[in-house]
């Protein structure tokens, strides 16, 4: 079974608007992280945020939340305002604390356009 | 501070050559991570490791794949006698501790002709 699951290969969203790029996780281990990486037509990886499997509160970084429903297993980037800089790779990754230590496993990423 | 540097950024190797990427980690991190990302994939754990020992290699394959992280001087990853599908990106990661945040270098694309 898929550990991270990306289920768009690409989204489209109109400069300004908010959006919302799908994770969902799997995994045994009661204590993880969940990241959220970004990686523009340049190639490197970009760390946006992170969730602690035992934060009660979601995360926020500037335009970026992290919709954490840890009954549901998903943990979605939400980006309000998209500006045309935002276009890019988005990929999820979790690490596995007690199973895999510091090691991150990445799902397959969502293409995220931005239209002016 | 200078982020984690990767070198080279492109290298083109032959089919049969053996290539030599490089990874310097952030000041203060004693900890390095190797990834690859094929093309339209996503980044796969490749291997840990610290200071002159490796912690996890689960992910190398087992042949012409080896890593080194010395006491002195870069990490490196290792890739003998290279064939096309080792055509990819590779992502070094270094952080302070096992388990706090890692940050990614830039990568190295290597392309094997």
Redesign the interface.
């Given at each position: 079974a898929q550990k991270?699951t990306q289920t768009q290969p690409g989204m489209f969203v109109q400069e300004k608007e908010a959006v919302t790029l799908d994770c969902t996780y799997d995994t045994s281990d009661p204590s993880y992280?969940l990241f959220w990486?970004k990686q523009p037509s340049?190639?490197?990886?970009?760390?946006l945020i992170?969730q602690g499997s035992y934060d009660q509160q979601n995360a926020t970084e500037g335009r970026y939340s992290l919709n954490f429903q840890k009954a549901r297993k998903s943990a979605n980037l939400v980006i309000s305002a998209s500006q045309l800089g935002d276009s890019a790779m988005y990929?999820c990754?979790m690490?596995e604390?007690e199973t895999?230590?510091?090691?991150?496993?990445?799902?397959?990423?969502t293409q995220l356009t931005v239209n002016p | 501070n200078a982020g984690v540097m990767q070198n080279p950024r492109h290298l083109v190797r032959r089919r049969g050559q053996e290539a030599r990427l490089r990874c310097s980690p952030m000041k203060g991190h004693s900890?390095v991570?190797w990834?690859r990302q094929l093309p339209e994939?996503?980044?796969?754990?490749m291997v840990?490791l610290q200071k002159e020992n490796i912690?996890?290699e689960s992910?190398m394959p087992k042949e012409r794949f080896s890593a080194e992280f010395p006491k002195e001087g870069p990490s490196i990853l290792r890739i003998q006698q290279v064939v096309r599908g080792d055509s990819a990106?590779y992502?070094c990661?270094s952080?302070q501790a096992?388990?706090t945040?890692?940050?990614?270098?830039?990568?190295t694309?290597l392309t094997v002709v």
């Open positions: 991270i992280g990486y340049s190639g490197e990886m970009i760390f992170y990929f990754a690490r604390v895999s230590g510091s090691r991150l496993t990445f799902g397959e990423g | 900890h991570y990834y994939e996503g980044l796969k754990f840990y912690i996890d992910g990106a992502f990661a952080s096992e388990g945040e890692a940050f990614f270098g830039q990568g694309r």
